[in-house]
């Protein structure tokens, strides 16, 4: 089992930044990928980026330039860092934690991104 614990959401005007936190516990030597997934009201959830246990990343294309994934061992954490942030950011910011060997997916309870002037 994974337990995944997101943090960092708030409001902020549009160009402005925000870092989101995503602390893994549990059986986290079998995560392979951890990633950022968000769900807009009446819209599907989309990934936003993800990051291998070898460090490979990888965006969706809405933030590339603008997002970075980056991750802390040490620490067991994944983060977002969030850049020029745009209005049709706004979503809930899910963290998620993939486990190839059972086909499993853990998620976090969510954090809400609001982008608005």
């Known amino acids: 089992q994974v337990q995944l614990v997101e943090s960092g959401g708030g409001l902020v005007q549009p160009g402005g930044s925000l870092r989101l936190s995503c602390a893994a516990s549990?059986?986290?030597?079998?995560?392979?990928?951890m990633g950022w997934y968000r769900q807009a009201p009446g819209k599907q959830r989309e990934l936003v980026a993800t990051i291998t246990s070898a460090g490979t990343t990888n965006y969706a294309d809405s933030v590339k330039g603008r997002f970075t994934i980056s991750r802390d061992n040490a620490k067991n954490t994944v983060y977002l860092q969030m850049n020029s942030l745009k209005p049709e950011d706004t979503a809930v910011y899910l963290c998620?934690?993939?486990?190839?060997?059972?086909?499993?997916?853990?998620w976090g309870q969510g954090t809400q991104v609001t982008v608005s002037s």
């Open positions: 998620n934690a993939a486990v190839w060997s059972t086909f499993r997916n853990y």
């Open positions: 549990g059986s986290i030597d079998s995560i392979n990928r």
